[in-house]
């Protein structure tokens, strides 16, 4: 006998953790909308809107703006497959686990992968990242923007120019920090970007918005194609072809484009959900949004840091959408993290690699980059603290704060 479950119900939940998080409701809204078939003008028109406004997401002119269909790292994997020929040279600056995932994706797209690390809690200097470019001469150098791993933005302003005077390819991997924190592709000189929505876009997971320059469609240009399942001569297992079906950009690239050439079927609730995104944010003004991430982080940081608590790593390199605090000596970091979701509905993230159970993540993202959630977290925070005996100031948190929104412009 199968039991049948009841219909999906979820209890109410405030997600101030790394990502994901709370989606702004016209988003779950959008995703409700009915669906319409795959060439149906409606459709190939909406696909060309979301194109428009994630453009001025990305701030960019670039024509190849669209989504790969999955979540962030089906945008990473594309763009590793898609621009990476099987022996390429591969440079990965690693400042925090995503920096792995990055070169453990070059890696199964076969490149040869060279990596540099820095101490997790910082950043590269840009003459860093030069010296090893110049010394590993790399086809294509992959770099995360923001690592939510330990709360670091990566400065990318100054590596775009250095990328090209060295001819190699520059993508960068900024799921965790676009809509929350600067990004300008073609100012900074980008040649591929890779996004999520669970983030500061402040959508669900499962869409990857990506933007690629004209060089980075040259390259995957270059590469042997399959159209619409039709195999042309030539030997698959060949480094010309790219190592995926799903993920071939080239392929992708036809779909989104004026042939419209079948290759997947777009998800379209997705596509709903990805537009909505972009549409908020570009009605409330690109630079607006990043003001309020600025501020409800610096909030957010203010309010935990009256609260005693240390902030880990670098605070002038942090993003402005996470902040990470040391778990206090003698407070049990799960248990307390498991009573803010019982008793409060509040959720924050636990963290990886050498910071597990030494920091927990608080994020203030998209639709909750928010003066009441941030009030609402650090007033939960101060009572599960002083629950398990931490010395906390009633009311600091909120105090501080509510100080940060009433200096704010
Ligand atoms: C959160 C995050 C991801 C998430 O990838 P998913 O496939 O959407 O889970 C990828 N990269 C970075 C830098 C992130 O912060």
Known sequence: MVTIPG?????PRLLMGPGPISAYPSVLRAMSAPLVGQY???????????????????????????????????????????????????LV??????????AEIAER???????IETDWGQVFPPSVIEEAIVRVKPALLGLVQGDTSTTMNQPLDEIGAICSRHGVLFYSDATASLGGNDFEADAWGLDAATAGLQKCLGGPSGSSPITLSERAVAVIESRK?????????????????VRSNYFDLGMILDYWGPRRLNHHTEATSMLYAARECARIILLEGRDAVIERHRVAGAAMLAGVEALGLVVFGDVAHKM???????????????????ALLDDFGIEIGT????????????????????????????AALETVLARFGVAVPAGGGVDAATGVYAEAP
């Open 351 to 378: 963290s990886f690699g050498p910071l597990h159970g030494r920091v927990w993540r608080i994020g203030t993202m998209g639709y909750n980059a928010r003066k009441d959630a941030v009030l609402t977290t650090l």
């Open 320 to 338: 402005s959408n996470v902040v990470a605090v040391e778990i206090p000596e003698g407070v049990p970091g799960d248990i307390a993290r498991a």
């Open 93 to 102: 600056p690693v400042f925090g686990r995503f920096g792995h995932l990055l």
């Open 40 to 90: 149906d003008p409606f459709m190939t028109a909406a696909m060309a809107e979301t194109q428009e406004l994630y453009r001025g997401v990305w701030a960019t002119s670039n024509a190849a703006t669209l989504l790969v269909d999955g979540t962030s790292r089906a945008g990473i994997e594309a763009a590793m497959v898609s621009l990476i020929r099987p022996g390429d040279r591969v």
């Open 109 to 115: 797209a076969m490149a040869e992968v060279h990596t």
């Open 7 to 11: 219909p999906i119900d979820p209890p």
């Open 225 to 241: 194609k399959i159209e619409a399942g039709i195999r042309e001569p030539g030997d698959p297992a060949s480094p010309d072809f």
